[in-house]
């Protein structure tokens, strides 16, 4: 049952570059959304998120999108660095709930 | 800046011995959770706890494992009788409230069982 799902497995964006990470989810009833972005060998670290009451919400270089009608998000770099390249994982929860991952899309950023 | 601590980064365990992995949460953290991730794959949901006692368990979470918070810093997994498809990274995680569902992440504890 995948309610948080990334399509794209890897993307490779030149430096300085936009990056753009898409999410899609299933679930309705999802009302948080955060972006975490996972180097090998340590733990998820957390990027940014969003409240479903938003559409958009930006922190330096991030930005998240909200397009609730599509049950679809996505996570704007903008420049992109090559210290950005990493997995970045979508997830979703409802009501502070667990957290649910997508699957992961590893971003590879080249000089 | 406060972090989650996670014990042992590896273990190597031959199937059927028991293994018990360690975190430290953040001090002032309530809501403490175990996820894992078994290579290539998402980051799967394992269990919460609060006040003392799992809130939820996902379908993985079966009467092979359990947690416990034995000493009010330690949050421990414990696998009963490990099996090869237990072979995964193990996240321990920590949030000070449920509101925004922003969980701070250790660095994992990856388990190998032959």
């Known amino acids: 049952d995948q309610q948080v799902k990334q399509n794209s497995p890897s993307l490779s964006v030149q430096e300085g570059r936009i990056s753009i990470l898409n999410c899609d989810y299933t679930n309705s009833m999802f009302d948080y959304f955060l972006w975490y972005k996972k180097y090998p060998a340590e733990g998820p670290t957390f990027l940014i998120s969003i409240s479903s009451i938003k559409d958009k919400n930006e922190d330096g270089r991030f930005t998240v999108f909200l397009n609730k009608s599509a049950k679809h998000l996505s996570l704007h770099i903008v420049p992109s660095q090559p210290g950005d390249s990493a997995v970045y994982f979508c997830?979703?929860?409802?009501?502070?709930?667990?957290?649910?991952f997508g699957t992961g899309t590893r971003l590879q950023v080249f000089p | 800046e406060p972090e989650v601590t996670q014990t042992p980064s590896h273990q190597v365990t031959q199937m059927g011995q028991e293994v018990i992995l360690r975190c430290v949460p953040i001090s002032n953290h309530l809501y403490f959770y175990w996820y894992r991730q078994i290579l290539g794959q998402k980051v799967e949901f394992l269990v919460s706890f609060y006040n003392n006692e799992i809130s939820e368990k996902s379908e993985i979470f079966d009467d092979q494992f359990s947690v416990e918070r034995p000493d009010g810093s330690n949050f421990t997994l414990k696998i009963r009788s490990t099996k090869l498809e237990d072979s995964a990274m193990y996240f321990c995680a920590s949030n000070v409230d449920r509101g925004t569902g922003e969980l701070f992440f250790g660095e994992g504890s990856r388990l190998t069982v032959l």
């Open positions: 997830a979703a929860s409802r009501q502070g709930d667990k957290l649910i």
